[in-house]
């Protein structure tokens, strides 16, 4: 059996309803987490994401100055100085199913809808520990692979274009965030 | 705070993309502990969360003025982006955050009202008293909580608004199929 050791983790939670943050504050605390960091819009949070590099990004989709997307979308730019690769939980009280496609291809990592529960939260968290999927970057898209299921059910054309042709080794991205901060 | 340095990332080539994988970072935050293990994050945090409930009413009452507010400066003013945004933030925010605060027919309400802010063609041509309703059910559910037949009406009163705006906005919506779809998806989050 696996438990979180919360209190090595780092959390930065957006969201510009003070109560929420309240919430998610006490939450993560009870789970164990020290260090929680908090925004109210998009852009404090995309400031504090590039000064603290936290381990986790907990953020909520609507939010004044730019929303939750925006935020995400802007993490997940390969050629930034910070880190791309970070996961992202959206937190959010949209709970319609096209919402869930929108937020996956901005790179969201994990998707939970409100009402919050402790029990939902920490699973999320224990996914993005856990089981972290690899990343794909296509022409229009980079972010965890939205492909979480492997099926020989799947019926229609492969839209992945096949055609291995080369394997290389970098530097991690996340390696080179920390050591500038 | 995650100290451990990460591994080098492997790039994967294909012919339209790109699978990108390095060790997980995040690894070393995971403790294997044994059966008998006693630990209970999930149950203390729901404790902590017990323990700030009794401040849920005055947050929930907080809440439900600011969406009064919205409203009134919507009567005044009449729907501009603006004034839209503010209203919808408002409504939002209580779908959201009023069932974790012990107001689940207050949420249905709101999510309501959401939908029509969100799906009606011309917001000025929603019947005014279908804003309304929504504003006042969720102020008379916040407000009159304490009485003991109020979940009951509560619940009651949501569903019965949910249904007369759901009408309106599949009528309004009759020629704007993308619309209709989505008024009428199932919403992902499970029943209570």
């Given at each position: 059996m696996y438990r979180i050791d919360f209190n090595k983790l780092r959390f930065l939670i957006c969201d510009d309803n003070p109560h929420m943050r309240r919430i998610l504050r006490t939450l993560l605390h009870s789970f164990g987490a020290r260090e929680v960091y908090e925004a109210e819009d998009g852009a404090t949070a995309l400031e504090m994401y590039t000064h603290y590099v936290p381990d986790i990004v907990i953020t909520d989709w609507s939010m004044p100055i730019f929303d939750g997307l925006e935020l995400a979308q802007m993490i997940r730019q390969?050629?930034?100085?910070?880190?791309?690769?970070a996961p992202i939980i959206m937190l959010t009280g949209h709970s319609e199913k096209r919402r869930v496609t929108v937020a996956r291809d901005a790179g969201v990592t994990e998707f939970l809808a409100k009402p919050i529960s402790a029990k939902g939260l920490y699973q999320r968290i224990m996914n993005v520990v856990a089981n972290p999927r690899p990343f794909i970057k296509t022409k229009t898209y980079f972010g965890p692979d939205r492909r979480r299921n492997t099926t020989n059910t799947y019926i229609g054309p492969e839209r992945r274009g096949s055609g291995e042709v080369e394997v290389l080794q970098q530097p991690s991205l996340l390696e080179k965030a920390r050591s500038a901060i | 705070m995650a100290k451990d340095k990460p591994g080098t990332i492997e790039v994967k080539s294909f012919g339209t993309h790109h699978v990108i994988t390095q060790p997980n970072p995040l690894r070393k935050m995971l403790l294997r502990v044994p059966e008998s293990d006693l630990d209970d994050p999930v149950g203390r945090a729901e404790q902590a969360l017990a323990g700030l409930s009794g401040e849920f009413k005055e947050w929930m009452t907080i809440e439900a003025d600011r969406l009064s507010a919205a409203h009134a400066t919507v009567l005044r003013e009449g729907f501009s982006d603006k004034t839209r945004e503010e209203l919808f933030r408002a409504a939002h925010d209580i779908k959201g955050d009023a069932a974790t605060f012990g107001y689940p027919s207050a949420a249905a309400a709101a999510e309501s009202l959401c939908r029509i802010i969100e799906h009606a063609p011309d917001l000025g041509a929603v019947p005014p008293q279908l804003i309304a309703h929504h504003i006042n059910a969720v102020q008379a559910i916040v407000r009159n909580r304490t009485k003991l037949d109020t979940a009951v009406v509560a619940g009651v009163l949501s569903k019965q608004l949910r249904g007369i705006a759901d009408e309106f906005l599949t009528h309004a919506n009759r020629d704007r199929p993308e619309h209709l779809e989505a008024i009428l998806a199932p919403s992902i989050v499970p029943g209570e």
């Open positions: 390969p050629e930034s100085k910070g880190n791309p690769y | -």
